[in-house]
C-alpha cells in the first residue's frame, strides 16, 4: 500500500484513532495513564515497523507545540473557578517556586550524574520540570482526592508550561545569561497573563452580545479566541501558553452562549490533540537509541521523583502549612508526560550537544515513571488518608447539560462510610428548584420518592440551574460529612479540603 495517498493517509489515522479510543478504556481498567499506549502506537507505526518515517524535528516541535495549545484549552475551559480559587495560592505557587527549586535540583542532579557543564546541565533540569496534570487525573477519577489538591495540580499543570518553555528557550541558546533574564521571564508571565484574560473577557461579551448565525459557530470562535490568545502572546514576546491558558479559564467561566456544546467539542479536541501528540511522538522517537538512554534515564528519573520534586514541594507549599501527607501525594503526582518530550526538541533544533541523548532520556523517564507513579497513585491516596471520606466523591459537570435551561447535570456518586448513607431523600433539601432526576442502585433505576433512603454505591443525577449549582454543590458536600443534621452541627459543606 502506497503511505502516500489521501485514502492511505485517512485509513491509517482512522485506525490510530480507533486504536487509541480502545487504549482509553483499557488504561482505565488497567489504572494508568494512556499516554503509555498512545505512544506504544507511535513506536510500532513507527520506521522500524510500519515504515512510517518521521524526522523532521521542526515540524514535529510546531505541531506539538499546536497539540499543547489545544490541550491547554480544553483543561481552561473544563476549570470551575469556584472549584480552583481556593487553591490558587498554592496552585500558583507549585507553577512557579516549584518550578524554580526544580529545575536548580534537577540540573545539580544531572551535572553530578553526567558530568556536562552547568548551563547544560540546568537544561536537562528545565525539559525535566514540567509536569502533567491529564495524566494525573486519568487515574485519579473516581478515587476522590481532596478537592484543594485536585485544583492545586489542575492550576500546576496548566500554568507551569509556560516558566518552563521560557526557560529551556533561554537556556538553549547562545546568548549569555545575565540578571536582566529574570526580569524578562517575570515581563513574560505577566503580560501574557494581561493578554490573556483581556482576550477571553472581550471575547465572552462579543459573544454574548452579537448572535451567531449557527450555533455550532460558538465552538470555533471559542477556540479560535484561545489559538488567538497563544499567537498575540508570541508574537508580543509574552508566554503565548500563559495567554492561551488564562483566556481558556476565563472563557469557560463566562456565561457564553452554547457553553455546553463549546465544553463537549474542546473536550474532544483535547483528546484528539493528546492522541495526535504522543502518537506522533512515538513515531518520531528512534527506539534504537532507547537503550543507550536506560541506565541515565532511570537514575535521572530517580533523582527527580525523590529528591528533586519533593523539595520543590516542600518549598512551594511552606507558606501554606500543608499536612506532610499532602506534601507527599503532591510530589509523587508529579508525572511528566508530553510537554518534556516536546521542550526536548527546542535544544534539538538549536543543536545543543548532548540533545538527541537528552531527547532519549526523557522518553525513558516519562515511560518508566508514569507507569510507576500513575498505578500506584490512587493506592497512596488512600494511604496517605487524602481521599475526601463521607462525600459523594464525584460531583461533575455533565458534557451536555440542559443548555437552553441554562442547567447543568451534576453525578453523585456515593462512597463507602460516607454519612450521606442511609439519608432519607427528602433530608437532602437541595437548594430550590435543584431535584434529583434519576437515582441508580447495583445498576438499576430505582424510582424516586421522599422516602427512598440513599445507599454507599448508589449514583444520583441532579438537574441544577446555573445560579443555584455553587449551593447545591455545598449541601451535597454538607450531608456526605455531617448526614442529614448536617447543618445542625455547623457543617455546611463550604470547605473543599
Known sequence: MNLGTPEAIFAIAALVLLLSIIAVRLSRRLGMPSLLLYLGIGLVLGVDT???????????????FVALVFILAEGGLTTRWSNVRPALGLGISLATVSVVVSVAIAGAGVFLLMGFDWRTSLLWGAVLSSTDAAAVFSVLRGVGVKPRLSAALELESGLNDAPVVIAVVLLAGTAEITWLDPLLVVYELVVGALIGAGIGWGGAWLMRREA???AGLYPLAT???????????VFTHASGFLACYVAAVVLGNSRIPHRSATLSFAEGLGWLAQIGLFVMLGLYVDPTGLPAALVPGLLIGLFVLLVARPVSVVAAALPFRLPWREQIFLSWSGLRGAVPIVLAMIPLMNGVEYSSLLLDVIVVVVVTY???????LPWLARKLGVVQSGQAFEIEMEAAPLDEMNAHVLQVTIPEKSKMHG???????????????????NGEPVHLNPNIRLQSGDQL????PERVRAATERRLRAVGRGGALANWFGERGERSD
Do not use: K
Request: hydrophobic fraction near 55%; avoid cysteine; aromatic fraction near 6%.
Open 223 to 233: 477556540i479560535a479566541l484561545i489559538g488567538g490568545a497563544y499567537a498575540v502572546g
Open 461 to 464: 443525577l441532579v438537574i441544577a
Open 212 to 214: 451567531l448565525p449557527a
Open 50 to 64: 510500519f515504515g512510517i518515517d518521521l524526522d523532521n524535528t521542526l515540524l514535529t516541535e510546531h505541531l506539538g
Open 370 to 376: 508514569t507507569l510507576l507513579q500513575g498505578t500506584t
Open 423 to 441: 439519608v432519607y431523600v427528602a433530608q437532602l433539601r437541595l437548594p430550590m428548584p435543584a431535584t434529583i432526576s434519576l437515582l441508580m442502585r
